[in-house]
C-alpha cells in the first residue's frame, strides 16, 4: 500500500509540473464537453417518411396533415401495399414509414381505440 501511495504522488507531481500532461487532463474533456454538447443532439427534425393508408378516410386525412405540418416529420411519399415497404427503404428516401390500419375511424368510434404501425 505505501508503495501504491508513492507512486500516486509522484505521478501527481509528473502531471502538475508537465503542461501537456496538464491539458491533456482536464483540458481535453472540457473540449469535448464544449464541442459535443453543441455538435450532437438526440432530437428528431425533419424526417423522411412514407405513409400507407389502408383506410383513405377524413380521420385519416386529419391525422397526415398534421403529421406534415409538424417540423418533426416530412411526407416524402404515399405508398399503396405492404409489399412497398421494403422498396421505399432500400431506396433510402425514407426513414420510417407510417402504416395505418383499414377502417381507422370506424375502429376508433366503435372501440375507441385504433392502430396506427410505425415501420423504422
Same mark, same amino acid.
Not at 49 to 61: F, Q, R
Not at 72 to 90: G, L
Not at 107 to 120: E, M
Given at each position: ?29 472540457? #473540449? ?24 383513405? /378516410? #377524413? ?36 426513414? #420510417? ?13 366503435? /372501440? ?9
Amino acid at each position: 500500500m505505501k508503495r501504491f501511495r508513492g507512486f500516486v504522488i509522484k505521478e501527481f507531481y509528473h502531471i502538475f509540473r508537465d503542461k501537456r500532461s496538464l491539458f491533456i487532463l482536464f483540458g481535453m474533456p472540457i #473540449a469535448q464537453i464544449l464541442l459535443f454538447g453543441f455538435a450532437i443532439t438526440n432530437e428528431i427534425n425533419n424526417v423522411d417518411i412514407a405513409v400507407l393508408d389502408h383506410s383513405k /378516410d #377524413a380521420t385519416t386525412e386529419e391525422i397526415i396533415n398534421k403529421i406534415a405540418a409538424s417540423s418533426y416529420f416530412s411526407i416524402d411519399q404515399f405508398i399503396e401495399r405492404e409489399s412497398d415497404i421494403e422498396t421505399v427503404f432500400k431506396q433510402g428516401k425514407v426513414k #420510417a414509414v407510417l402504416n395505418i390500419e383499414k377502417d381507422f375511424s370506424q375502429k376508433l368510434i366503435k /372501440d375507441g381505440k385504433a392502430h396506427v404501425q410505425i415501420i423504422t
